[in-house]
């Protein structure tokens, strides 16, 4: 068969161009459309009709499950595959007859069979087409529970590892090394004993539901800390305190009012 045609949507160019350079080493499909948001997408999708669309869920304007039902009401099937952050959608992915549920950060091995998974949704479409059958192979639902089992494993998986950018590399940590994680100017540092470098999340709410809350607290809005790399806890003005960490620099990271009553009940200050 031919190349799949490929859209991707995300309100990220950088994710975009992520995903387009994952794709890219992939045989069998070609990235020939990009959009920015869900007006821009449903938009592109109409005029260049692809096999398969790459989907952001939270975007401005319209949502990926949106612009997901208004694709379904086409005449032409288009497959989706989603690719967000959040895992708590799953089952709405499902809902809305997507082929795969892929969670940032990608994971190539992963995408790989979410292709495969869409070429043969596509051939059995074309097959159907050529004898005079209805368009639009849904998945049976086995496959549906093979998903949704397959992403529940991932997500245990995932709370164990992360991401980061160190220099021009990509570093897979284990999540129990992560002293904290800091969010300044749009960007959120990740400090480890070894390593210091950027994630590829946008806020700290994200990278906080992918890590243990019972082992990482977010003690201020800008701050997210490993409690059991605590070196020191250091009184500071109006009963707050100020957390030293066990990092090479001693980071000292301020506690927020809201969070210090929790901290004292945990430590019996």
Known sequence: ????????????????????????????????????????????IDRLRPDVVFLDVQMPGLTGFEVARRML???VPTHIIFV???????????EVNAVDYLLKPVDPVRLG?????????????????????????GGSLNDRL?????????RQNRRDRLAIKVGERFMLVQAEEIIHAS????????????HVGTSNYRT???????LDPGMFWRVHRSHLVNINKIKEIVPWF???YILRMNDEKSTEIPVSRAQTRRLREYLKL
């Open 1 to 44: 068969m031919a190349d799949l045609r490929a859209v991707l949507v995300d309100d990220e160019q950088l994710a975009r161009d992520e995903l387009g350079f994952l794709l890219g080493q992939l045989a069998g499909i070609e990235v020939i459309g990009q959009a920015g948001n869900g007006v821009e997408a449903l938009t592109t």
């Open 73 to 75: 009401e086409k005449p």
């Open 84 to 94: 967000t952050a959040y895992d708590q959608h799953a089952i709405e992915a499902f």
């Open 113 to 137: 069979l979410a292709v495969q998974r869409a070429e043969r949704r596509v051939t059995s479409d074309r097959s159907l087409d050529r004898v005079g059958g209805p368009g639009g192979a």
């Open 146 to 154: 093979e998903q949704i089992v397959r992403l529940v494993a991932e």
């Open 183 to 194: 969010l300044a100017d749009e960007s959120i540092t990740v400090v480890t004993s070894q």
């Open 204 to 210: 700290l709410d994200e990278l906080h539901a992918r």
């Open 238 to 240: 109006s009963r707050n």
